[in-house]
Nanobody, 118 residues
Framework: QVQLVESGGGLVQPGGSLRLSCVASGFTFTHYVMYWYRQVPGAEREWVASIEPFTGATNYIGPVQGRFIISRDNAVNTAYLQMNNLKPEDTAVYYC???????????WGQGTQVAVSA
């Protein structure tokens, strides 16, 4: 059974930090590029960051560049998103996603809420 389970969301003040985790099971983790997306009510889901399985190469959307860090630990089938200097506009439900490098098949997690507010 394929699962992506996110955790680590919560309420934080502007300027604060959170670390999201995404634990994967039921598939070969190293065959998948890992992504973080986010979505606010009434808007489309937005890609935030991605990381390749072997090279560890990363990419980020512009507004989070220099503040967010995506990483992965292939030994424990887990992806992370370290979010620093959080801003109110980062408030969203954050989703973990896995895309197969060979088939483009995609899995999604259930999401974790991040709220940035004073």
């Amino acid at each position: 059974q394929v699962q992506l389970v996110e955790s680590g969301g919560g309420l934080v003040q502007p300027g604060g930090s959170l670390r999201l985790s995404c634990v994967a099971s039921g598939f070969t983790f190293t065959h998948y590029v890992m992504y973080w997306y986010r979505q606010v009510p009434g808007a489309e889901r937005e890609w935030v960051a991605s990381i390749e399985p072997f090279t560890g190469a990363t990419n980020y959307i512009g507004p989070v560049q220099g503040r967010f860090i995506i990483s992965r630990d292939n030994a424990v089938n887990t992806a992370y998103l370290q979010m620093n200097n959080l801003k109110p506009e980062d408030t969203a439900v954050y989703y973990c996603s896995a895309r197969n490098r060979y088939t483009n098949g995609r899995y999604w997690g259930q999401g974790t809420q991040v709220a940035v507010s004073a």
